[in-house]
C-alpha cells in the first residue's frame, strides 16, 4: 500500500468533517503533516474527489460529490475490517437521543422567549437560565465520554472529542458565550456536529432517513 492511499482516507474525511477548511487545518484534523496534507489534496484534486477555492482572503478545500462518494467507499471497507461487531452502529442508536437534546440545548442558549417574542435572542442577563443550559451541556458531556471511548477501542481517529467538548464548555463557564453554539470556533455545537457526521460517514447513512437505525 502505497503512502498516498494510506493517507487519502485521513486527507479526505477531513475535509468532510471540516466542510471547507484550509490545507494547514485540514492536515492538522488528519493527523498528518501539512506537507502530506498538500500533496494528497492536490493529487485528489486531480481525481476530482476535492476542490480548492481562492476568493479575496478565503482559501480552502471542499469535497465534490464524487469525493463524497469515495471517501464513503474508504469508510465502508476500514469499518468492514476494524468493526465486524457492528459496535460504531449500536453507538450510533444511543447517539442519537442524545443529539437531539444537544440541539434543543444550544436553541436555549441562542434564544430566549421574552413576553410576546418567543424568538427573542438570549442575551444571558439572565444567570439561572444559562446555568440550565450549561448543566445540560455538561450532562451532555458526561454522557458522550463513554459512548466515545467504545468508538476509539473501534477506530482510533473518534479519540479526542470528549476533550474538545470539555474545553468549549470550559470557555463558555467562563464567560466566553460564543462557544457553545458558534461555527467559526471549535465550540460545543461544533465538535458535537463532527462527531455526528463522523457517524453517519462511517456507517454510509443518508441524511434523510438517518432516525431509521443502520443495518
Same mark, same amino acid.
Given at each position: 500500500?502505497?503512502?498516498?492511499?494510506?493517507?487519502?482516507?485521513?486527507?479526505? &474525511?477531513?475535509?468532510?468533517?471540516?466542510?471547507?477548511?484550509?490545507?494547514?487545518?485540514?492536515?492538522?484534523?488528519?493527523?498528518?503533516?501539512?506537507?502530506?496534507?498538500?500533496?494528497?489534496?492536490?493529487?485528489?484534486?486531480?481525481?476530482?474527489?476535492?476542490?480548492?477555492?481562492?476568493?479575496?482572503?478565503?482559501?480552502?478545500?471542499?469535497?465534490?460529490?464524487?469525493?463524497?462518494?469515495?471517501?464513503?467507499?474508504?469508510?465502508?471497507?476500514?469499518?468492514?475490517?476494524?468493526?465486524?461487531?457492528?459496535?460504531?452502529?449500536?453507538?450510533?442508536?444511543?447517539?442519537? /437521543?442524545?443529539?437531539?437534546?444537544?440541539?434543543?440545548?444550544?436553541?436555549?442558549?441562542?434564544?430566549? /422567549?421574552?413576553?410576546?417574542? $418567543?424568538?427573542? /435572542?438570549?442575551?444571558? =442577563?439572565?444567570?439561572?437560565?444559562?446555568? $440550565?443550559?450549561?448543566?445540560?451541556?455538561?450532562?451532555?458531556?458526561?454522557?458522550?465520554?463513554?459512548?466515545?471511548?467504545?468508538?476509539?477501542?473501534?477506530?482510533?481517529?473518534?479519540?479526542?472529542? /470528549?476533550?474538545?467538548?470539555? =474545553?468549549?464548555?470550559?470557555?463558555?463557564?467562563?464567560?466566553? &458565550?460564543?462557544?457553545?453554539?458558534?461555527?467559526?470556533?471549535?465550540?460545543? &455545537?461544533?465538535?458535537?456536529?463532527?462527531?455526528?457526521?463522523?457517524?453517519?460517514?462511517?456507517?454510509?447513512?443518508?441524511?434523510?432517513?438517518?432516525?431509521?437505525?443502520?443495518?
Amino acid at each position: 500500500m502505497t503512502d498516498q492511499s494510506l493517507l487519502e482516507l485521513p486527507v479526505l &474525511h477531513a475535509v468532510r468533517l471540516l466542510g471547507f477548511a484550509n490545507s494547514r487545518a485540514v492536515a492538522e484534523r488528519a493527523g498528518t503533516n501539512h506537507d502530506e496534507a498538500l500533496r494528497v489534496l492536490r493529487e485528489s484534486e486531480r481525481a476530482g474527489w476535492v476542490q480548492h477555492v481562492v476568493f479575496a482572503d478565503i482559501d480552502g478545500w471542499s469535497l465534490t460529490d464524487s469525493g463524497k462518494a469515495r471517501n464513503e467507499q474508504l469508510l465502508a471497507v476500514e469499518r468492514a475490517n476494524a468493526d465486524p461487531e457492528d459496535v460504531i452502529a449500536a453507538v450510533y442508536r444511543e447517539f442519537l /437521543p442524545f443529539n437531539a437534546r444537544l440541539l434543543r440545548a444550544v436553541t436555549d442558549w441562542q434564544i430566549k /422567549p421574552a413576553g410576546t417574542d $418567543r424568538f427573542a /435572542p438570549n442575551d444571558h =442577563s439572565d444567570r439561572a437560565w444559562d446555568e $440550565r443550559v450549561l448543566d445540560e451541556l455538561e450532562a451532555l458531556g458526561a454522557e458522550l465520554a463513554p459512548l466515545t471511548k467504545r468508538l476509539s477501542d473501534v477506530l482510533a481517529r473518534f479519540d479526542g472529542y /470528549p476533550d474538545r467538548y470539555r =474545553s468549549a464548555l470550559c470557555k463558555a463557564r467562563s464567560g466566553q &458565550h460564543n462557544w457553545i453554539g458558534k461555527t467559526d470556533v471549535d465550540s460545543c &455545537h461544533r465538535v458535537w456536529f463532527q462527531l455526528h457526521e463522523d457517524l453517519v460517514a462511517t456507517l454510509g447513512i443518508d441524511r434523510l432517513t438517518e432516525n431509521q437505525a443502520p443495518k
